[in-house]
């Protein structure tokens, strides 16, 4: 099977059955916020169920900490990945990530696993270096057209319980797989034509296309300072967004690249894009949103 897909030098070309995508998370992405790594390198593969779109999918991931990448889809009989889905208790309503079970197992290791070029394991990244899709083009920044009311968002940072979390994101009408999924927190991009960054004219938020590594809050901070001393685009104001910033960027559904974000954000981030992002903030940890270095520029869009 490995022998179609295009690994990394650090990679294990072999499966580890026992992995599940909680695991994975607690395992690399806890990994990721400690400063005293001893290896960054290490690199599995596993396989999981998606349960996010129309229909299940079954995918094959290569994890690792501070990285992460699906490596193929796998064409698994629909009824086996709804079987397992209810084999956890769950129904084939509940949006989120599954492991395998013990049948699927069986399955891929005969079907897939043991089998030189299977068919139905499909590579999701090819040979070449596939340019990556931002989607449609923003419109420039200060020609959006936008009248509306401005939204301020808060700015000082908090510690929140679910129960807070839950009224501050109903309270803004922010989108949440669980708390709120009909929330539709609209945005009002721009493109500010320096291929880095784009502004939301709606709330005065200038955001970092790209994310910063996975690191621990104290490296992050360093990192911030980091690109403030370089004037990373043109400033040095650059900080972490609060929790209402970064839950500002939610969408309903995901995009291509899987990201519960505008497309014109990269796919280059080191957290799943599927994972519920109102229960990592909870944590204290960082999701793909949280990683989108900003600067408030409302006085300048004013």
């Known amino acids: ?27 690399f992405s806890a990994k990721g916020l400690r400063d005293d790594l001893t290896n960054t390198d290490e690199r599995i593969c596993y396989f999981f169920v998606d349960n996010y779109g129309e229909k299940p999918k079954l995918y094959l991931m290569e994890r690792g900490t501070r990285y992460i990448n699906v490596l193929a889809e796998v064409t698994a009989p629909v009824s086996m990945l709804e079987d397992c889905i209810i084999s956890h208790g769950c129904t084939l309503t509940t949006k989120d990530n599954f492991p395998i079970d013990a049948s699927l197992k069986k399955w891929l290791i005969s079907e897939v696993v043991e089998q030189e070029n299977c068919p139905l394991l499909i590579p999701t990244i090819s040979e070449g270096s ?56 609209e945005n009002v991009l721009a493109d500010n034509e320096d291929t880095f960054t784009v502004t939301d004219e709606r709330t005065g938020i200038m955001w970092q296309k790209a994310g910063l590594d996975l690191c621990s809050i104290r490296k992050m901070s360093r990192n911030i300072e980091q690109l403030n001393k370089d004037t990373f685009a043109g400033f040095d104001d650059w900080r972490i967004p609060t929790t209402e910033e970064a839950m500002s960027l939610m969408e309903q559904a995901p995009n291509r690249k899987g990201l519960y974000l505008h497309p014109c954000f990269s796919k280059e981030q080191p957290f799943d894009g599927k994972t519920k992002a109102h229960r990592i903030l909870v944590r204290g940890l960082q999701t793909r949103q949280d990683l989108l270095v900003f600067r408030n520029c409302s006085r300048w869009l004013l």
């Open 1 to 27: 099977m490995f022998t179609k897909l295009k690994l990394s030098d650090s990679t294990a070309a072999q499966i580890e059955w026992d992995m599940t995508p909680d695991l994975a998370f607690c395992t």
């Open 130 to 185: 596939e340019k990556e899709n931002f989607g449609v083009p923003l419109p420039v920044a200060g020609k959006t057209g936008f009248k509306g009311e401005k939204v301020i968002l808060p700015t000082k940072q908090s510690s929140l319980a679910e129960n807070e979390l839950k009224e501050l994101i109903i309270r803004w009408n922010f989108y949440d797989t669980v708390l709120n999924p009909q929330g539709n927190f």
